[in-house]
């Protein structure tokens, strides 16, 4: 006879191994990346069955880093590692975007030393720390869910380009049109990137879901044969993937239209031309309609207003979707990149989700948050209910004056909390931290922190979900001295200050994004007064011009003062692309007679950046 009782059991087991095989298949789908490719269907982009559009951004340093432009850094250009690719795809995923396009493929430049990274080394060299990026790249877009637009040459130099591979040859820039020689290289350098294996995964990138295209290039100028050839030789090696026309235009081209290989037609849109972005689109759209998908590869450096303009056209026609220039993610030094846009009237700079103070001057809140609402109703979805941010990573530190965190997605400020023991009780140093208000710097100075005293940190996130849980503590740190620091946005820890002075904002470039500064004319002088004996200084200064460095003094009572040691420590690091002002950061220590007070006089054209000063406890 059947034991009865044993039948739930039983019941209960195959109930068990059904939800395991389940949540087996579920995680091997999770890491498998997406179900289907993208593919072209009219004048349509598809996922399986589904239509296919987007609303999203170009994220240029996704793969190689152009912009680590500190004030001490030299070489601004390094490789991206997984806390800055996450942050970045995580970002647009919650902003609700499915697709980023990257920057092009980097080229080796004849003027640059082999400090600064690059993709492609040469005629059928790479460099395979680029390429490995390139796969953590990848493996990323597979686990959050976002796709990718590559574009494989630049027509410009930023990056190195169309010249860099005539050059290799020995030719000029035209010749990467015609020269078999030139264009071979250049197909030598397409056959490597789809036919690699990704080093993480495992998956050849002609297999790749998380790419949904090949871009011939960015902004080309190139004739329709030379799009043509190339676009039949990327399909030859992989028919799985689109491919996109990089040709430089406003308004579609016939012949893009009219190449078989091409499958997805794209223009972009910056202020200076006769007609709106959105006219452009429309006329876009109706050229392309019942022919090929259409998209707006880039736009931008226009107000809210403009945008929501721009975005109503790319609804209300079949356009497939378009990315606004540009998004900037979390630097693993704490707080961003940034990347100032003088083509933007230097008004404009990358935005940062979802939107701070320090981009009150072009909307960045505003403008991030209807991008999200557009994105989302673009794609059929409601705005997902905001969640709380993750805890931060407190970076390592060996002064109270100087704390750095990773930031988390979504968080638009940060608390700080000290605790003079690991347990606690915890006291809030600082309650609404904003890691954009000084690019590249630590992100708090404990002001408060007296010498002598073992103090532990630790931070939590916000967001108007609420407060993160903490990070882990970090500690025990000692304060040697008193700090002072003043990032010169305004006169709030100036004493005085005399002559052709005024604080700075514009030209944030040159000042390696540097968008608070005081500048001033020879013989303007600067002013400093602390609570205790004045110890030690540093000075960061810019200088557009000529270095003419600045002469210090201090002085006990304001009054009398006596000139003191001025140590330059050089920065230059060559002008770039950008016309980067030559920098220089001044340190010294305060001998002999006690002094309270530090004068800066210029002797030349300047701009002061950041000012730290170490002083002993305010005496009786």
Known sequence: MENSSAIPRCRHRRSALAALVVLSLAIRALAAGFEHRITARGDQLFEGDRPFRFLSFNIPNLHLVEDNVGFATLNPWRWPDRFEITDALESTRQAGGTVVRTYVLSVVRTHEGPEVPRHVLGPGRFNEEGFRALDLVLQVANETGVRLILPFVDNWSWWGGAAEYAGFRGKSKAAFWTDPSVIEDFKATIRFVVHRTNTLTGVRYREDKAILAWETGNELESPPEWTGE???????????????????????????????EVDVVTTHHYPGGPKSYAALIRDNWAKAKGRKPYFVGEFGFVDTPAVRETLDAVRETGTAGALIWSLRFRNRDGGFYWHSEPAGGDKYKAYHWPGFASGAGYDESGLLALVQREAFALRGMPIPPLALPSPPRLLPSSTPGALAWQGRVGATAYAVERATAREGPWTVAAADVDETAAPYRPLFADLEARP????????RARNGAGLSAPSAVLGPLIAAQRVLVDELVDDRWLHARSGETSFRTRDTRKAREDYHRLGGAAGSTMVYRVGGPLREYMIDVFFPDAVADPRLAVSADGVTYRSCECRPEPFLGGEGDYGYWKAVRYRGRVEGDPARFLRVEFTGAMEVGRVELGHAEPGP
Do not use: M, Q
């Open 230 to 260: 190339i676009a039949r030789y990327i399909k030859s090696l992989d028919p799985n993937h689109l491919v996109i026309d990089g040709f430089h235009s406003t308004t579609l081209r016939e012949a893009s239209l009219a190449i078989p």
């Open 452 to 459: 002598g005293v073992f103090y532990y940190y630790r931070v």
